[in-house]
């Protein structure tokens, strides 16, 4: 129940905003839970192998958000950078190497930065690694730009 009233929230504010899909289309008769899905453009976009979990933070802060995906066959993370209209293309040095069989990850700020990192649960090694962004703040933005 709760669900379906948080995506009618969201497609209203869409809607609203001009933004969302129909949002130039009468709602006349339209469910109001009803969400639509098309692909992106150059979707599905390659990672490597055997892809797990998917985690999203804003790494090269250029205020659009980017994607992290374990893959557990490679034991590496695929580091993709969001174009803003849901395209993406893979960062510089992405993969990067994680554990044996990376599944799990999620993104923080583990080391007070003020830039997102991510963690990985190695499942074959039984540990967890820490992967910290070291690209300095002023080469963040400027990097996307040249890519």
């Known amino acids: ?17 001009g933004q969302g899909p129909g949002a130039n289309q009468s709602t006349a008769g339209d469910d109001a839970t009803t969400v639509r899905f098309a692909p992106a453009p150059g979707s599905p976009f ?6 797990e979990r998917v ?4 790494f090269n802060r250029d205020k659009k958000p980017d994607l992290a995906v374990t893959n557990t066959a490679s034991n590496n993370v695929t580091v993709l950078l969001g174009d803003g209209r849901g395209g993406f293309a893979p960062a510089s040095g992405s993969p990067f190497a994680a554990g044996n069989n990376s599944a799990g990850i999620t993104s923080a700020e583990f080391n007070r930065d003020k830039k997102p990192d991510l963690a990985t649960a190695n499942i ?6 820490i992967l910290l962004i070291t690209t300095p703040h002023h080469k963040l933005k400027h990097h996307l730009h040249h890519r």
């Open 124 to 129: 074959a090694s039984s540990n967890v690694t």
């Open 1 to 17: 129940m709760a669900i379906s009233v948080l995506l009618a929230l969201i497609a209203a504010v869409a809607k609203a905003s």
């Open 55 to 58: 985690a999203s933070a804003e």
């Open 46 to 51: 390659a990672v490597g192998t055997e892809p």
